[in-house]
Structure formats: C-alpha cells, structure tokens
C-alpha cells in the first residue's frame, strides 16, 4: 500500500521513496554541521567576554581595596599633625624650645606633607583607573549580552532543524527503515536516543577551564540512554553539572552525562546498553538544550569522546 507523504524541501508524490528522505537528512545534517560551528564559535565568544568580565571585576575590586587603604593612610597623617602640640601645627613650630628641634618638627611637618600629597596623586589616579575600568566592564558586558542573543538566535535555528529531522526520521520508521537505536560495531550505543548533532569542542576555552568533553546538541525531552552494559556510580546534582549522571562500564571506564532535565537512576543500578537514563535539557552551566558528554578512561582524567560518538551517533 502507498504511503501518501509530503517531505518538507522534497516534491509532494503518492509514494515516499525512502531515498528521497535519506536525501533530505543528508541535507539537513549538512545544514547542522555548518550551524555546529557557528555555535561553537558563538559560545567562544561569550566565553571569553565572560573572562573578560571577570578580569574587569577584579581590578576593580583591587582598586576600591587600594582606596580604602589610601584613605587610612591620609587620615593617620592628619591626625599626626596634632600630635605635636593642642593647637596649631605652626604654632607648636614657634613653640619649640630650640631651633634644632623647630628644624625638626618642620622637617616632619614637611615629610607629611609629601607623603600625604603623593597619597592624593595615587587616589585620584585610581578613582580614574576605576572609572576607566567601570566603561571598559560595561562595554564587555554589554558584548557579551549581544554574543548570547546571537547563540540563542543560532540554537533555535539548530532546534528547528533538529525538529525537522526528528520529523523525518519518524517517517523513515513508518516505512519500515527506523526507529533502531544508533549502534558501533562494538555494542556502543549513541548516548542520545533521537535527532542530534555532535560538536566536537573537547578542549574548547571556558570561565573555569578547558572543556572537558562533547557536547551533543539536541532538543529538551529528548531520552539519553547508557552507551554500554554498566553501572551507575554517581547521580551528581547542581554546579554546572546540573543534573547528571555517571556510569561505569565493565573496563573501568566512566561516561558522565550532564545538564539533564531529567534523571531515571540511581546509584548502583545496573544498566544495558540502550536503556534509558535521562532526557537532554540544559540544568546547570549552559545555553541551550544539549547533552554533555564525557568519557574517562579507567575512571581517570577526561579525554576526547569523538572518535568513540562518532562511530555510532
């Protein structure tokens, strides 16, 4: 029986060729990949005016705790100018007993005085590098406000093309050629159950250090699932984690998922290749809904998962 379809970018027919489909995919996986990086760029961007940001703020903080020093300083020199005497400075000067110790008090007097005038000179110069450094923070701020517009502009022209795809897919399945978890040859299971895009970004520059692992851009609800026959060893929560997970696989290796929107386990459980563990959303540190993914050989420091997603997402 013919399956009466229309593909979105695809002519309208009475019989949905499965290749005309796969065609569109390609397409759209295409479009995908060049979004991929435009995101990664993006993301980049925001990344490095937050530093920028960051750095901005401590200056100023180092300035203000300057000020109040300085500010100290000047308030011990004016208090010192009265502890020659009740009155006037000039005249406990003209009340000394004898000349060397007028030269004296005068000399004193006088070493305040520079002091106290070099004290002015720093104060002023920072409340200037202060204001100077308030623009510059603001400027930052403000880019970095125009870099999150843009990536969130960019996502949800990512969303839109996954939701197409997801779309697609669900069509290959009524005809028969889907619906199958994406597999490697060597029982690897793609992490992320539906339509996605994988960015390869290990290493990529963030606020509190280099990227740890992948990010598997791909819509909220969208089921993540245990990449081997394992076991859950931490269900980590808050932080820029958000919610997340950890499994560890039969060589000792472990495979953390974060920013879930949702979690299914719990520690101890055990878990088959394919089963479900959570859905994608964006808890903890993000800016849009994806999965973050990564891989730790033997429970060690964190490595490049691509080559491993790669094979089967």
């Known amino acids: 029986m013919a399956v009466i379809v229309t593909i979105p970018g695809v002519a309208s027919s009475t019989e949905a060729a499965p290749g005309a489909v796969a065609s569109r995919i390609d ?34 903080a180092s300035a203000a705790a300057r000020q109040q020093e300085l500010r100290a300083a000047l308030a011990g020199r004016a208090a010192a100018l009265y502890t020659m005497g009740n009155v006037s400075a000039l005249e406990s000067m003209l009340g000394s007993e004898s000349m060397t ?19 002015l000179e720093e ?55 889907g619906g199958r978890l994406s597999r490697a040859p060597n029982g690897f299971v793609c992490p992320v159950a539906g339509p996605h895009y994988v960015s390869n970004n290990f290493g990529a520059p963030r606020p509190g250090g280099p990227h740890t692992g992948d990010d598997i851009e791909a819509d909220y609800g969208v089921p993540t699932v245990a990449v081997l026959p394992s076991r859950v060893v931490a269900t980590p929560s808050g932080g820029w984690i958000g919610i997340g997970a950890v499994i560890r696989d039969a060589m000792g290796n472990e495979w953390l998922y974060a920013h879930m929107e949702s979690r299914y386990v719990h520690v101890g459980e055990s878990m088959k290749a394919g089963q479900l563990l959570g859905r994608v959303g964006c808890t903890g540190r993000c800016y849009g809904p994806h999965l973050h993914f990564e891989y730790h050989p033997h429970g060690g420091d964190p490595a490049n998962p691509y080559r491993i997603l790669s094979s089967a997402c």
Do not use: P
């Open 101 to 119: 110790e007028f030269v004296d008090k005068f000399t004193y007097l006088e070493q305040i005085r520079t002091r106290e005038q070099g004290l």
């Open 27 to 60: 397409a759209i996986r295409a479009s995908l990949s060049r979004l991929s990086k435009a995101l990664d760029q993006a993301e980049r961007d925001l990344v490095h005016a937050e530093i920028a940001a960051q750095r901005h703020q401590r200056a100023l």
């Open 123 to 177: 104060l002023t110069a920072l409340r200037r590098r202060a204001r100077l450094e308030s623009a510059e923070l603001s400027q930052v701020i403000t880019s970095a406000a125009a870099v999150r517009r843009a990536y969130a502009s960019r996502l949800a022209e990512l969303m839109a093309k996954l939701r197409e795809l997801r779309s697609l897919q669900n069509l290959i399945g009524s005809l028969g050629s």
